[in-house]
């Protein structure tokens, strides 16, 4: 009766090593990582963090626009909005476009409920607020960098040599523009740039995080700078081909790793990765993975759908604070 009451014990000790190797928990080893915070039927097309506060962030999705702290709480009716940006200054506003009309731009005024709508004399595939001050935006439109004050009078201030695939404005001001094998700089607003990175590699995803460190993703490794001149290369341990999202935090990024039904989620710091998928679940039929960092809180929407239909049948959340994972 003893041996067995000690092979059970054996067991059921062997098992929870397991668990925390292949999931890394921290604190109480049956701790969930990420939590499941919510789902909502439909398709989500852009997760925006809050400049203004760390714990929120805006959600785009087949028919409303919803704002996440602690839970999902629908602020906006509108149908097929994309891409989402919050301003640097109060009260605080996002800024969005619709799908369907790919030239008109929203700004929504969180705080007083004031929806206003502009029309633009192109079709922007990125946008932003200044940090500098509430009357400047920055857009981009295929690989021509446009500034605007107001929303009245809109100025070409730069050309890149080819399109642009992200657009990062940073809370300093500084501007980083990713193309497909170029990563460019801007200390001044925009006024000049200087190339920063070059590969004859097609750059897979680039980010910037808190502290300004620069990250370009290739299929096997990583490139990381300070300086914009001293490039250091770290080996990826899993194919980059099939990262899904990407998102910064203040020292490092996490991204979404996911193939043949696998999910994973890595967080990348101290020059090395770390997996921490615990918690996580999914369907079989994911469709799309977004991930957003605001801070050292992270929220990742995971889509679904049987493939059918344009879009997807459902979007599952989950969130942690990156406190809980080791520095």
Known sequence: ?????????????????????????????????????????????????????????YISSTSKIYKFKNDLFPILDISYCGQISSSFHYPEKIMFNEISRDSFIFIFNVDENKLKEIKLPFSPSFFSFSPFDSLTFYFIENKILIKSYNLIEFDTIYFFPSRCKNFILTKSGKIFVVTDHEIFYSDNQGISFYPIFSSQMSIIFATVDEEENVYVIFRDKVFKSKDFILWEEVPLSFDGRYVRSITCIKRGFICAYFIDEELKTYKFTQDKFIEFSYGLFYRTDTREIILSGNGSNILMAISYGDGEWDYAEGTLFFYFKDTELPP
């Open 1 to 57: 009766m003893i041996n067995k009451i000690l092979l059970i014990l054996f067991i059921t000790f062997i098992s929870c090593v397991r668990e925390i190797t292949n999931f890394l928990p921290l604190g109480n080893e049956f701790e969930e990582i990420w939590k499941n915070v919510g789902e909502i039927s439909g398709d989500v097309f852009y997760v925006a963090n809050s400049k203004l506060n760390e714990e929120v962030f």
